[in-house]
């Protein structure tokens, strides 16, 4: 299975629609050499800028929605478009992320469940979302997840335990805790056994550095690809025959011996 991250810069100096356009762009540019793309959280807006939140804000079938629905199919790929700020019909706002068939068709979308800023920023002007989500390929079963999310296991433990074996993290993180992506990303893997693939972005935003270093590990927790800071095309191949391979080797998931249950909001 052929996986290409797509690490874009979000800069100010570029308008949202011609963003759009570009990653449309870049997602058709991999026809034929990947299977599934993967793109940043919130590339619409950027993570940090906050103040645009609202103001970008769309509904779930939106500008965004449509583009990206045509990206997929045009390339013929499994799109994880990264996150928008979406507009529910009820007033809230959520960070959903959306993933679409190679024949793009709405696959999944994921509003993201834990908001970052503590008491302010995405905390507050987000609300959260409480449904975990999985997406069954032919390959390989997805899930899915956004940014700050990679900091709560027991998220990744839920989708490993509804099937995951590829996880996706879409982010938009700051270079100044770049430490921390790494090594939460190398955790994800191991403790679960499972792909990670997490495709952040690049650029400074709403005045946030953003890490890149987009990466790429495997089931043993060994790093297979991984980016630089600036814009770039992340290509690596996956055997998903691995995960059901190590996890036989290694039966550490097997041990478990306590429950986990799986917080929901109300
Ligand atoms: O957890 C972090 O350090 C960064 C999280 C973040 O930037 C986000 O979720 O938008």
Redesign the pocket.
């Known amino acids: 299975m052929r996986a290409s991250l797509i690490q874009i810069a979000v800069n100010e100096d570029e308008s949202v629609n011609s963003r759009r356009e570009r990653v449309s762009s870049l997602v058709r540019d991999q026809a034929g050499s990947a299977d599934l793309v993967v793109l940043p ?1 919130l590339w619409t807006t950027g ?2 800028a906050y103040e645009l939140f609202a103001a970008e804000a769309e509904p779930l079938e939106g500008p965004t929605f449509d583009a990206m629905s045509k990206a997929a199919a045009d390339a013929g790929v499994w799109l994880h478009a990264g996150s928008i700020p979406e507009r529910d019909p009820d007033g809230p706002l959520y960070n959903t992320a959306l993933v679409f068939a190679p024949d793009g068709t709405l696959a999944a979308a994921y509003r993201k469940i ?3 800023g503590f008491d302010k920023g ?1 905390a507050v002007l987000m609300s959260p979302g409480d449904e975990l989500v999985t997406v069954r390929l032919p390959e390989t079963v997805l899930g899915v997840t ?6 709560f296991p027991e998220l990744y433990r839920g989708l490993v335990d509804r099937g995951a074996e590829t996880l996706l993290v879409s ?4 270079e100044r ?1 770049r430490a ?1 992506w790494t090594l939460l990303a190398r955790a994800r893997a191991v403790e679960n056994q499972a792909y990670v693939l997490a495709c952040g972005s690049a650029g400074t935003h709403a005045g946030v550095e953003q890490a890149g270093h987009s990466i790429v590990v495997d089931p043993w927790g060994e790093i297979l690809a991984e980016a630089g800071a600036g814009e770039e095309v992340l290509r690596v191949e996956l055997d998903p025959a691995k995960v059901g391979a190590t996890r036989e080797q290694f039966p550490a998931l097997k041990d478990r011996l306590l429950g986990l249950d799986t917080p929901r909001r109300p």
């Open positions: 959280e993570a940090f834990h908001r970052f995405e956004t940014c700050y999310d990679l900091r982010a938009g993180w700051p805790r921390h």
